[in-house]
């Protein structure tokens, strides 16, 4: 899977490296609205991600970059996207940022995550062979305090959340940070996620290679990158 060439591979972070303990995210909304008394369900507040960020959509990908320059300039778009889903299951739009808010910390909150059993060998095989590893995330500003409370800092050159770099995949902008962060070109270099069109599709436009990771099954009949179901599969040559 990994070639001699590869220098550095980018990991996504949610659902590839590590995942919500109790198994979705949408368990915060349900916890932040109880808090303040909304009851909501799992099936009121799903949307596609594209629409929770429809304000911000570019024909490249999102792009939030004006909002980018600090973490209290990002929370208010963060809440903002979160509203957007509590707002369309009901919720008073004024509460809905201020659970939005809440939300966007209870995502801060490492204890909230776990590392999935082949991350830190596939990890440490990496660092071992000399290879550079990164992630690049469509995460919250906190997430290089989560990485690191996680002790996944150790194995990486480098954490990128799109919430500081202002665009999220599969925005061009995004691959380049992560390249500046590994210090290697697009050629030698693989994105492994798996999101096909953040993941994939992002890193192929940007010139990266790329592998899906499929942990579940569920992208059975995928041609267009290497897909693999655990980052076992991820074997040195």
Known sequence: MITSSIRAVCFDFQDTLATFRDGNGYRLYIEAAAERGVTVTRAQLEMDTANAWAAYQTPLGPDHSAHSADEQSFLAVRAEVHAR??????????????IGRRIDALEGDATRYRVYEDSVPALERLAAAGIRAVILSNH?????????TLGLDRLLAGVVTSARV????PHPAMFEAALAAAGTTPGETMMVGDSPRDDVDGALRA??????LDRDGRHAGF?????????RELALP
């Open 85 to 98: 889903r509590l707002t369309a299951a009901g919720v008073a739009p004024p509460l809905a940022i201020e």
């Open 140 to 148: 919250i500003w906190r997430l290089p305090d989560v990485v690191s």
């Open 166 to 169: 202002g665009y999220r995949k």
């Open 207 to 212: 010139g990266l290679r790329a592998a899906l």
């Open 223 to 231: 041609t267009r990158a290497p897909v693999i179901r655990s980052l």
